[in-house]
């Protein structure tokens, strides 16, 4: 009898609370193992308790601050050195909606941290490995607002738009192998992070929430049928394809060499009038 599960080891950030305790459950009850990380150790093993006895797979914790360069660090490196694993959801979140002057150096320190350099970390901890098993799959949770800014969700956003940059690049990279990488989008989904990032869930429009049970269970169920990127509460998928067609097709009309006919200096009205 092998060792590990079949399936192998499934990594999941932000795993007390939230998505990532969904997600959690759901991977557990397919099979996997599971490496679940976060800084919230008393909750992290309740959790691996009941979904040990749930589903009788091993559960191992691993208590880190992943906006803690070193604590990051050490997740990273157990994770690069641990041949179970077969799959990372890198979850992890943090949010503060709020004006960036209305921002503290240190919320702003946080998102960067959690959401940009520790999801970047970790994904580039587990790609040598699972380009070089040629198996693996990697999730990045990104957001609606990594398309979509608003006054409160600059620096959010601006992070959630690195998840998805930095996610679809990889997607380039690991094309033609059997190393899958998915990019989850949610929108509002009903977890602590509304009440955590300064806007209550009560202040959101009726009927907008999703429950995180559903999104993770959609969020699987795109990486089941082989999404690229799954936005788990959009009805109209054709939607998708023409944004990333629009930003293809942008990106191609910008390679010409040459400033745009309407910065010539006869099409400026000021330098007309001169
Ligand atoms: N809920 C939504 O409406 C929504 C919408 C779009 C995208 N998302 C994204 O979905 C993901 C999950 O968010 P959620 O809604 O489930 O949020 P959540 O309920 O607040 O859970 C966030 C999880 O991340 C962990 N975490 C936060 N900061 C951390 C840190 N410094 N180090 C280690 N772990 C940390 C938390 O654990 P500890 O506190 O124990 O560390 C918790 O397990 C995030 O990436 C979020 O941006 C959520």
Redesign the pocket.
């Known amino acids: 009898m092998s060792e590990h599960a079949p399936l192998g080891t499934a990594v999941v950030?932000?795993?007390?609370?939230?998505?990532?305790?969904i997600y959690a459950d759901r991977l557990a009850r397919r099979g996997h193992d599971l490496l679940l990380?976060?800084?919230?150790g008393d909750?992290l093993e309740d959790i691996a308790k009941t979904l040990r006895t749930k589903y009788g797979v091993k559960v191992q914790t691993l208590v880190?601050?992943?906006?803690a360069v070193d604590d990051l660090e050490r997740v990273a490196q157990a994770v690069a050195a641990d041949p179970a694993i077969t799959l990372l959801v890198n979850?992890?979140?943090?949010?503060t909606l709020a004006p960036v002057a209305q921002t503290s150096a240190a919320q702003m320190q946080?998102m960067l941290?959690?959401?940009v350099n520790a999801l970047t970390r970790l994904s580039h901890a587990v790609l040598p490995a699972f380009k070089a098993r040629n198996r693996g799959t990697l999730v990045n949770?990104?957001?609606?607002?990594g398309f979509h800014t608003l006054p409160i969700s600059s620096i959010y956003s601006g992070t959630?738009a690195f998840v998805v940059a930095f996610t679809r690049g990889l997607q380039d990279e690991v094309t033609g192998t059997g190393v899958k990488v998915q990019l989850v989008l949610?929108?509002?989904?009903a977890?602590?992070?509304?009440e955590?990032s300064g806007v209550p869930m009560t202040t959101l429009a009726e009927g907008t929430i999703m429950a995180?049970e559903d999104c993770v269970d959609a969020a699987l169920a795109g990486l089941d049928i082989g999404e690229a990127i799954t936005l788990p509460s959009v009805n109209d998928a054709a939607l998708l394809s023409a944004f990333t067609d629009a930003g293809a097709k942008l990106f191609t009309a910008s390679q010409t060499g040459k400033p745009a006919a309407r910065y010539s200096a006869a099409a400026l009205p000021l330098a007309a009038a001169a």
């Open positions: 950030t932000g795993a007390s609370a939230g998505l990532g305790k990380v976060a800084r919230r909750l880190a601050d992943l906006g979850n992890a979140g943090a949010s946080t941290g959690v959401n949770v990104g957001s609606v607002l959630k949610p929108a509002a989904t977890t602590d992070i509304w955590l995180a």
